[in-house]
Each structure stands twice: as C-alpha cells, then as structure tokens.
C-alpha cells in the first residue's frame, strides 16, 4: 500500500486529492493546522486519512510528522490576495515548503509533489501560441512571486541533492467549492440587474482553467510515473476566451448578457487618469493599467508535455460545473 502525506488537505484542491488517494486505497496522512476547521478535519477523518497536527512556518512542529512516506503531496499554500505584504507568503509559502522538504531530505521518499500555480508565470504575452513550461517567469503578484521562489527552492534540491521533485503548475481551478464560483456569481448579478458585461478588446484573450479532477489525476500520474526534477503544466487541454466564458455561464443562466467592447488602446489611458486621480484620494472606477493588461493579455497553458510523459488525459467539465453550479445555488435547471 502506497503511502502518502498530503498538506494543505484541508483545502479545496486538497480534500478533492485526499478522497482520490483512500478510493484507489493509499494510506494517507494529512498535514493540518490545529486552527483549521473542525468540519474539515471530521470530514478528512470520514474518509479514513489520519490527521497529523502542525504548521508549516513553525519548523518544529513538522518533527510530529512519520518520515516513513512515500509520497510527498505538497498543496498547502497561502493564496489570500488581500494580504498586502510579501513576508506572509514567504513565510508559509517559499520557508514553508523548505521546513517540509527539510523533514524529508534523508527519508528515502519516492516522490515530493508540489502544486504550484500559473501565477508563477504572471504576465507574459502568449500572442496565439499556448505558454511551455520553460517560459520566463514574470510573477505580478506577491503570491505569483512565492509560488515561482518555491518552485526555484525545489528544483535546486533535485539538482543538487537529487530530491524527488515533480511540479505542477495548474490555472485556475474549478470544481464544487472553487473561486470560480464568484465568476459565477459576477456574471449572475450583471444579468439579473441588466448590467452591461465589459471585454477588453473583443474579450478573445486566452485563459486556461483545469477542473479539479482533472489535476488529481495528473497528481496521481505524477506519483506513479516519478519525473524527478521535471515541471508539468496541467489544464482542460485547451485554454478558453474571456467571452465563451462569460457565455458558458449565461448559457447555463438562459440569460443574454449585454455586452460592450472596449478597445485596450482607450482602456489604458482611462486606467491612467484612474491612477492619477486616485492619488488624490478618488478613485472613480477601481480601473487600473494592471487590470487592463490582466482582461487584454491571453495567459494560456500548454500541458502538452504532461499529456505526452504523464499519461495525462484532461477533459472539460465547464459547462457542466456551471450548470451544476447555477441549479444548486439559484436554482435554475436546464
Ligand atoms: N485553487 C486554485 O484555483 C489554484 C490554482 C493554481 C494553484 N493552486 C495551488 O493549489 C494548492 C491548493 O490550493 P487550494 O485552492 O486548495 O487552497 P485552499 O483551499 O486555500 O487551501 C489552502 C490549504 O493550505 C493550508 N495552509 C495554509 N497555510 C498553512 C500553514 N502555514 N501550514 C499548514 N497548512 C497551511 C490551509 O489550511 P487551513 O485549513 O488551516 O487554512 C488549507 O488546507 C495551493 O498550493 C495553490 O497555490 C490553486
């Protein structure tokens, strides 16, 4: 029986894993801060994991974890964007990984797996072409910023101390309980009320997403394939455009979304002014030059390479999550 320790399994992303690892009957260990949610734990504890107390910033308090392991599944991150310093991710996000990987250095693990994110990659222009794993990183956001130091950290362990390192770098992802959910909700309220929906441009910019079983099966591959050293991008195998977003959820709410077009060439001075006079303390539409280059930049994966060396086969579950999605909460069927 393979043998695993996830962190961050109180998570969205790590729950939907540990649930995957007890249905193929992996014995599982779960990393947990005492502080996380008392739900969580019961629930992690229903599917049979057992739950190990400790917080990745506190170095001692990893000692508590069994280095008798096979596989090391990595998730637990701070992503909470509203925290405005660098310290705090740096702290959980690129010390905490090292404390972990420290833990395990001498134990004879076959595999350390780290989910890292697209925000590693940060704003790069991928014009029509979809984003390989050896582009150059160009982080924009605290958070981007230690998710690529951690990766950085990681790959210099494999190199020089031969550490089982995989990494995998997903979009967005979606499933029951992701933060697409607000997209949903966004776009829900721009119809009910009549609103009008904003693009960039012709809203054709790229972005990728990845359902969330998705990236458990390539979580899973990841373990059984070992790719030591190697970095994966992992997605629904094709990238979508603002708009078939925008459209995807409409078409689950049987709502028209009014739709205008605003060329980024009027966006970015708008965005400017916007700054200027922000800085005398009003700000008239929460428009900024980032935000613009965010709506009018396609970032778009490529996980071709997974599929190739992973034996990764992703699907699209868009449609579907959003229907299941708009029937649940507002109670609109197909
Ligand atoms: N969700 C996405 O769209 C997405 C996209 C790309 C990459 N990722 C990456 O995927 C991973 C999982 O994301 P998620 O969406 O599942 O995150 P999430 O729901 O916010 O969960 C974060 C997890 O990390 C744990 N954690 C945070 N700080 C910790 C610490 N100091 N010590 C131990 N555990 C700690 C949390 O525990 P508590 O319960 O105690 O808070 C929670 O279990 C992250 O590495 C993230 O960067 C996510």
């Not at 964007?81 to 090292?98: A, C, D, K, M, W």
């Not at 790959?155 to 550490?163: A, D």
């Not at 030059?289 to 009018?296: D, F, N, P, T, Y």
Request: hydrophobic fraction near 40%.
């Amino acid at each position: 029986m393979v043998r695993a320790l996830v962190t961050g399994a109180t998570g969205f992303i790590g729950f939907n894993l540990v649930k995957r690892l007890r249905e193929e009957k992996w014995e599982v260990l779960c990393l947990v801060r005492p502080t996380s949610s008392r739900e969580k734990m019961e629930k992690l504890i229903e599917t049979g994991a057992r739950l190990y107390p400790g917080d990745l910033s506190e170095r001692k308090s990893l000692e508590n974890l069994p280095t008798n392991i096979d596989v090391v599944y990595h998730l637990a991150a701070l992503l909470d964007h509203s925290v405005r310093e660098y310290e705090p991710f740096y702290r959980i996000n690129v010390l905490g990984t090292q404390n972990l990987v420290e833990r395990y250095l001498n134990s004879g693990i076959r595999s350390f797996i780290f989910v890292s994110s697209i925000a590693a990659i940060g704003l790069v222009e991928t014009g029509s072409g979809l984003l390989k794993e050896e582009v150059k990183c160009n982080p924009v956001t605290f958070y981007g910023k230690s998710k690529e130091e951690a990766e950085k950290l990681l790959l210099s362990y494999s190199r020089e101390f031969n550490f089982p390192v995989t990494i995998l770098r997903p979009p967005t992802v979606y499933g029951p309980g992701s933060r697409l959910s607000e997209m949903i909700e966004f776009v829900y309220r721009k119809v009910v009320n009549r609103r009008p929906i904003f693009y960039a441009d012709r809203g054709s910019a790229l972005t990728s997403l990845c359902w969330v079983g998705n990236l458990v099966d390539a979580l899973v591959l990841a373990a059984k394939r070992r790719c030591t050293g190697e970095l994966f991008h992992v997605d629904d195998g094709r990238p979508y455009t603002h708009r078939e977003i925008v459209w995807t959820i409409c078409s689950a709410l049987h709502r028209k979304p009014i739709e205008i077009f605003v060329p980024s060439t009027v966006l970015y001075p708008l965005a400017f002014f916007n700054e200027a006079v922000g800085k005398l303390g009003v700000n008239i539409s929460g428009l900024s030059r980032e935000k613009v280059r965010m709506l009018s930049t396609s970032l778009a994966l490529d996980s071709r390479k997974a599929q190739e060396h992973l034996g990764y086969k992703p699907v699209s579950k868009l449609g579907e999550y959003v229907r299941e999605f708009v029937q649940t909460y507002f109670r609109i069927s197909s």
